[in-house]
């Protein structure tokens, strides 16, 4: 079996209002994640802005920029320079009208692996991205990239094993997640603890059905009114394919660099064949909304 | 919202070579259950039999039974006496060689609910399924009982994402995993608590994808050879539709009552509004063995 193994950078920051400012801090990070070793380095979900869809502003359109455009420009140096493969989350202007929660995956040269458009989109307090972003239309897939073939996604697919299943059976050996989850300040107290839980539980059981590794690597610091807003909540973390933490942020700045033995995938999938016993003839019902 | 609750009740229990004496066990289990106010009383996997699938043997299949048989109407006797909802395992001779691996959902009056026959068949060293099980053929589905809608599946369907989906998607209200799960002794002090926190957490993640109540029971105790055979796990569980775990067993015989708050499933897929955003457009893929 393989025995090939990749290190995966995960950069947790805190974002300004100030585009460049977030720019040049995930560049800087990425930057000191490959001197640490990191082969493919994942940044936040819309790194480059504040988590802007807390509000519908139609103004906040003009943070939106084509692919490739200055940030993914900016990036594809950071790429080039530090022989770096990036996760690249971007809100991207495809047309007028058409606007898409999108990653860009770059190769260490700087040229584009593949991009990921979000599939499902959430619409929930402080959380309007139905407003901002048209659904995906790449479906559900991943790009080879030199340390491994990566299959991005973003946030809110998090709670679909459908999303996982089907980008791992396009052969990915990663899952990404860049990710914007918070807490709503008022309610932290009584269900805080159960939504982090619930968000590591449904990831770490994607990697486990899937025989993957699974990457989150999310925001943190408070975005937002003072008294409301939300706390971004950190966690970033890596498992591997039998959903074990190999590694996990805490909920401040923090940049994790994690080996990840690929071997291990086809390790887990012998002895865990879940992949051999799908019963493909009875999964039809999958594609209706409901079935009672 | 609706404020129904139901109770369950897990019985957990080890199994001796003699078939009367485990259903009698059985029996005389779930009519405690009952008089401790569970309305809805499930048995682990293939409760009536020793696990008999540690070695390939046709003289087993002397061990199955035709749905009505003889187990079947003993446990249809207690719904009957005791007022209780079954889920009831049974090693199912339907026809000379086609035999399932199935559970029988047995309403208060002893008259059957419905069948379900297991559809995801292991085949892993000591646990032989394949031999004696033919896959089942009724899909995924679910029955309306008194007090609950029940969505019966069968031990490695926990491993599939689809089989919980399919099940909610009928409108089950709780998920139900007879089980018979363990460790192999030698790989014990390596692997064991992996996988159990695996199994654990895919489970609960069911329960979160999905906005359900899950309630796995397994069978405790050791089976087979002294060096080698089987260690049942026991930890039988109930989690809520948010993947909080309400109740869990050790790993000796135990009979859980767990009341399940069947109003929380609405009020969780209201604020954690996953079927939602469902991207049925996009899932055709899950019928495919493979997508590389």
Redesign the interface.
Known sequence: MAQKSVQVGLVQMSMSPDKAENVEKAAARAREAAERGAEIVCLPELFATPYFCQTEDAENFDLAEPVPGPTTEAMADVARSAKVTLVVPVFERRAPGVYHNSVLVLNKDGTAAGIYRK????D?PLFYEKFYFA?GDT??TSFATEGARVGPLIC?DQ????????TA???AEILVYPTAIGWHPSEKSEFGA?QL??WQ??Q???A??NGVFVVAVNRVGHEGPRDGGLEFWGHSFVCDP???VLAEASESEETLVVRCDLGRIEWVRRN????R????????????????
């Open positions: 599939m499902h989109i959430p929930d659904p479906g559900f809110w709670w679909y094993p459908e999303a996982a299943r089907l059976l396009t052969g159960a839980a619930a539980t449904i770490r059981a994607h486990i059905a039998f959903g074990i865990w064949p879940f992949l016993d799908r019963r493909i003839d009875a999964y039809a019902g999958i594609t209706s909304r409901y079935l009672g």
